[in-house]
């Protein structure tokens, strides 16, 4: 008879609930908070627990439990520490190789300039030795603005000697 009877009760409290959703949800809510306030309450006490507060009341077993706890957590933070710090690595490491290739072709472009500029120089200078025209060479290069301090120190003096060349540009290229 009894189980009859909590079957009633059962089928009936279900069936009120379907028809008006809020006879439910009002019914629930009181077990509802008191299962979220048991769990927060124990969530709360956990976390002070990891961060060394409320200790005196744990057992032996419960702190060596806690301990493996934090240990397992500072394992998985520097494993995770360490994979951002080699992308990272990995990342400069990449634009390294990079900027390296960069720099090789600059450097190619510039020895090309040098050269192209040592050999305007040279004939310039021949043709000044020879009794030709005294005046340097209208076109500049064109992938360097400024063609003095690729120029051969040794040019650059003649260029003065043969009074081409003012005395301050004399000492800003002989510092480089």
Not at 17 to 35: F, H, S, T
Request: aromatic share 6%.
């Amino acid at each position: 008879m009894e189980g009859i009877l909590e079957r009633y009760q059962r089928y009936s409290f279900e069936e009120r609930a379907v028809l008006d959703p809020n006879i439910g949800d009002q019914a629930n809510w009181g077990d509802e908070y008191g299962r979220l306030k048991t769990k927060l309450d124990a969530l709360q006490k956990s976390q002070r627990q990891l961060l060394g507060e409320q200790l005196d009341s744990l057992t032996t077993k419960e702190l060596q439990q806690l301990e493996q706890q934090l240990d397992s957590s500072l394992k998985h933070i520097r494993s995770r520490k360490n994979q951002l710090m080699f992308d990272s690595i990995s990342e400069l490491q990449k634009k390294e190789k990079l900027l390296t290739d960069q720099n090789g072709v600059l450097q190619k472009l510039m020895e090309a300039e040098k050269e192209k500029n040592n050999a305007l120089m040279n004939a310039h200078l021949r043709e000044q030795q020879n009794g030709g025209s005294t005046s340097l060479p209208s076109t500049p290069p064109s992938t360097v603005p400024d063609s003095m301090p690729y120029l051969n120190i040794t040019h650059v003096t003649r260029l003065h000697q043969y009074g081409k060349l003012p005395p301050w540009m004399l000492r800003s290229v002989s510092n480089r």
